[in-house]
């Protein structure tokens, strides 16, 4: 199957409200349409995850911004589009996306990420999705597929084959978050 026919079948799950493990350029992750609660309300199960502890969101363009952010600014939207490496943007005040994806303090967290087939993705899926690491909540992160767990695995609707990995970084992003003053700070480099 070549990148598109696979990308065209996740894309079908994903509308269908499934979770997939998949690539991102960071790390493999546990994802899915990240405006179908039914479905992140899966995923926070599986995960064994509180909903107040929310998930990073993958959009393919700074522009998907609007939908989703109050306010965001040239310098911010910046932040996501200007890096070489996979950074994660916290904005103060999010719309738009279900519980679980916002914050208990209404902030949520953006990527655009810089991996080919993830991007690829994004561009035919045409809406955001949810992006958090391929293990219980609590345990280690693993970096590697062979370092998913069994149970995650099982637990998931679909693995996206390995062979699409491509270049990951193999580690977490950046976060930096933005204040509501609109000033910004890192909180992990």
Known sequence: MNEQQEIQK???LLNEGAIILYPTDSIWGLGCDALNE???HRLFQMKQ???DKSVIVLIDEVERLVDFVEYPQ???LNLLQNTSLPQTVVFPQVKNLPKGVVNQNGSGAFRIPKHTFCLNLLKE???PLVSTSANRS???TPFYFDDISLEIKKGVDYIVPSFFEGDMIHKP???VIVLPTGEIQFIRK
Request: glycine share 4%; net charge positive; aromatic share 4%.
């Open 138 to 140: 609590g345990e280690k």
């Open 10 to 12: 996740i894309v079908h």
């Open 38 to 40: 039914k479905a992140v």
């Open 125 to 127: 899926f045409k809406k």
């Open 173 to 175: 992003s950046q976060i």
């Open 49 to 51: 995850r509180m909903e």
């Open 74 to 76: 040239a310098e911010t």
